[in-house]
């Protein structure tokens, strides 16, 4: 049996913005830490804005900076950096789903830079823990945490499971269509359905839910267009889909906080 171990970490400090790919991560109760701890909302009603409506988001790059807030990029665009709003910022009404919640708001020049290149108008908010979103407590315990990822703190993949899927489609898919935090080599194709519970390196975690998946997978991570034969959905659609939703990836609770690295070993608990 081969060992299992952390094959790759990705961070993605703006939700639906551009993927970081890390060497090491901390993590926090919210998950990686600086992972989609930031989001645009329409300026109006402060729904929040992702790849589905605005595939454009895909070209977003929004990385932390050292002062701890972001940095904003685009093509043909110059940079902007955006500094992390403090205590006094407004606090702004935002919604994701079906939760509600008061957050700061980054300012106007952000607002500015970020409706230019989006062609809406729109404001970028960020969430301090404090202020973070309680995961659904018919998959979590109360008092889990989650910061503007649509429903859980973490996602993870295995790498075979991703192989199989390419395999079946005819071509190679790009792990980044799935957005996952964790990528695991070594495992079988979805063996990841059954866990319960891991360890990665001293790091426990409970595997909540499976993870259902939408029209954003089908967004080229490097171009921003959308695939005309609406792959990988189409075949994930054979043999993925589950009372009318299609699953690919688990979505994990942390339980504790510290370092992960890639190369670290991967061990099933349950």
């Known amino acids: 049996m081969p060992v299992m171990q952390l094959a790759a970490l990705y961070r993605y400090p703006l939700k639906s913005g551009k993927a970081e790919s890390l060497a090491s991560a901390r993590l926090d109760a919210l998950g ?8 645009l909302v329409e300026e109006g009603n402060g729904r929040f804005l992702t790849q589905r409506l605005l ?9 932390w900076n050292a002062a701890g807030g972001l940095t904003l ?16 910022s407004e606090l702004r009404g935002v919604t994701v789903w079906r939760d509600s919640l008061r957050v700061p708001d980054a300012g106007d020049a952000a607002a500015e830079w970020l409706s230019a290149f989006i062609g809406r108008a729109c404001r970028l ?9 309680q995961v659904d407590t018919g998959y979590a315990q109360p008092g889990d945490k989650v910061a503007f990822a649509d429903g859980f703190p973490l996602l993870l ?25 964790l990528v695991v080599q070594g495992s079988a ?12 390196g001293t790091l426990e975690f409970e595997v909540a839910k ?32 589950r009372d009318g939703e299609v699953y690919f990836g688990q979505n994990l609770l942390p339980r504790g906080i510290g370092e992960l690295q890639v190369g670290m070993p991967v061990e099933v608990l349950a």
């Open 157 to 181: 993949i295995g790498q075979a499971s991703l192989d199989d899927l390419s395999a079946r489609v005819g071509r190679p898919l790009e792990m980044l269509r799935f957005r996952p935090n």
């Open 55 to 63: 595939p454009q988001m895909s070209q977003l790059s929004a990385l």
């Open 32 to 39: 990686v830490v600086g992972d989609r701890r930031w989001m």
């Open 189 to 200: 194709a979805f063996a990841e359905d059954s866990w319960k519970r891991i360890r990665i």
């Open 210 to 241: 499976g993870c259902s998946r939408c029209v954003l997978t089908t967004i080229d991570p490097q171009t921003g267009e959308r695939s005309a034969d609406r792959e990988p959905l189409t075949t994930l659609k054979t043999y993925r889909e």
């Open 73 to 88: 990029s685009a093509p043909g665009r110059d940079s902007l950096d955006v500094p992390l709003p403090d205590a006094d």
């Open 125 to 133: 908010v960020q969430v301090p823990e404090s202020r973070a979103r």
